[in-house]
């Protein structure tokens, strides 16, 4: 099986800010890496598919790059409805999840 | 518009069974695999299991491997997940979700989950 580690678990920003978050495969997964945000009472909502590929209807300050073990979700510069849960996803072999990254207001 | 939902979860005592099912609508059912994702109360999302187009592959998480059975009714547009040998860390929301391959395969679109709660 393969382990998604995330950082940091969380972190406090505020509006306008550029925020990254990195996420650790404990093998390769390629580039079949994939991240969503969670709202509190809500299911997840596909951002980033492919490690880099912008899911249709997300805002473009959302970006992702990485390879291999290595990957990073970026916001360019945060807005309100941004504040959330994010997950990393490997879909190389089976699938699982990493634990979050929670982003709350500074 | 593509659409899943789920039903099925209640409260049932540890060793008990439980059927969910999810109901797809706005795509073609039968050319997606599919997944179910569940959320422990205030926890991180775990992929539980997943099944081809055709109900020929199936893969489980390993905590329920065994345990829970994944089966899709491409006729009537559904997908199930038989929950037998409940026990009390199966506790969560369970979501349905539209899942677009294999590998590289990702959730584009989600139900609002059934609540399952394992409990005497």
């Known amino acids: 099986d393969i382990q998604m580690t995330q950082s940091p678990s969380s972190l406090s920003a505020s509006v306008g800010d550029r925020v990254t978050i990195t996420c650790r495969a404990s093998?390769?997964?390629?580039?079949?890496l994939n991240w969503y945000q969670q709202k509190p009472g809500k299911a997840p909502k596909l951002l980033i598919y492919?490690?880099?590929r912008l899911q249709s209807g997300v805002p473009s300050r959302f970006s992702g790059s990485g390879s291999e073990t290595d990957f990073t979700l970026t916001i360019s510069s945060l807005q309100p409805e941004d504040f959330a849960t994010y997950y990393c996803?490997?879909?190389?072999?089976?699938?699982?999840f990493g634990p979050g990254t929670k982003v709350d207001v500074k | 518009e593509v659409q899943v939902v789920e039903s099925g979860g209640g409260l049932v005592q540890p060793g008990g069974s439980l059927r969910l099912s999810c109901a797809a609508s706005?795509?073609?059912?039968?050319?997606?695999?599919m997944s179910w994702v569940r959320q422990a109360p205030g926890k991180g999302l775990e992929w539980v299991a997943n099944?081809?187009?055709?109900?020929?592959?199936?893969y489980y998480v390993d905590s329920v491997n065994g345990r829970f059975t994944i089966s899709r009714d491409n006729a009537e547009n559904s997908l199930y997940l038989q929950m037998d040998s409940l026990r009390a860390e199966d506790t969560a929301l369970y979501y349905c979700?539209?899942?677009?391959?294999?590998?590289?395969?990702?959730?584009?679109?989600w139900g609002q989950g059934t609540l399952v709660t394992v409990s005497s």
């Open positions: 979700a539209r899942d677009l391959a294999w590998t590289n395969g990702r959730f584009d679109s």
């Open positions: 706005g795509f073609t059912f039968s050319d997606y695999w």
């Open positions: 099944i081809k187009q055709d109900g020929s592959d199936k």
């Open positions: 093998r390769s997964v390629i580039k079949y």
């Open positions: 492919t490690a880099s």
């Open positions: 996803q490997q879909s190389y072999s089976t699938r699982s």
